[in-house]
């Protein structure tokens, strides 16, 4: 019997890149957070609260290595806890991985390619690890 192929199985390239975005939603006004990473399907936000799952957000954000800000209208769909050794002690945070329905400029225009805008910065952008 054999398992599973256990590589990743996203339907597009994820970046782990680490950016500011700010975080809106009925529930709870707007509040800045990092994005740990990004792919033109959604990505996962640090955070210090958790919109319920299901609900829908707007995330608004600079395309990293760009001038071009985007607002995307986004779905939660997981909630997340990292652990993590910092500085001689356990620390934990918090976040929600979204994904994304609408994209906006941050001057309202609709249609916008994410995938593209990443696929342009892709020799830009930085690993993290």
């Given at each position: 019997?054999?398992?599973?192929?256990?590589?990743?199985?996203?339907a597009?390239?994820?970046?782990?890149?680490?950016?500011?975005?700010?975080?809106?939603?009925?529930d709870?006004?707007?509040?800045?957070a990092v994005?740990?990473?990004?792919?033109?399907?959604?990505?996962?936000?640090?955070?210090?609260?958790?919109?319920?799952?299901?609900?829908?957000?707007?995330?608004?954000?600079?395309?990293?290595?760009?001038?071009?800000?985007?607002v995307?209208?986004?779905?939660?769909?997981?909630?997340?806890?990292?652990?993590?050794?910092?500085?001689?002690?356990?620390?934990?945070?918090?976040?929600?991985?979204?994904?994304?329905?609408?994209?906006?400029?941050?001057?309202?225009?609709?249609?916008?390619?994410?995938?593209q805008?990443?696929?342009?910065?892709?020799?830009?952008?930085?690993t993290?690890?």
């Amino acid at each position: 019997m054999s398992l599973p192929d256990a590589r990743e199985q996203r339907a597009s390239i994820r970046f782990n890149h680490v950016f500011p975005v700010f975080l809106s939603g009925e529930d709870f006004g707007e509040i800045e957070a990092v994005a740990r990473n990004i792919s033109s399907g959604g990505m996962l936000i640090e955070t210090p609260s958790l919109p319920p799952l299901g609900s829908e957000v707007c995330v608004r954000f600079r395309v990293p290595d760009s001038d071009a800000s985007l607002v995307a209208r986004a779905e939660v769909k997981n909630h997340y806890v990292f652990n993590f050794h910092e500085g001689g002690g356990l620390r934990w945070a918090r976040g929600v991985g979204v994904r994304f329905l609408e994209f906006l400029s941050d001057t309202g225009d609709t249609h916008l390619d994410l995938g593209q805008q990443l696929t342009n910065q892709k020799t830009r952008m930085r690993t993290l690890h």
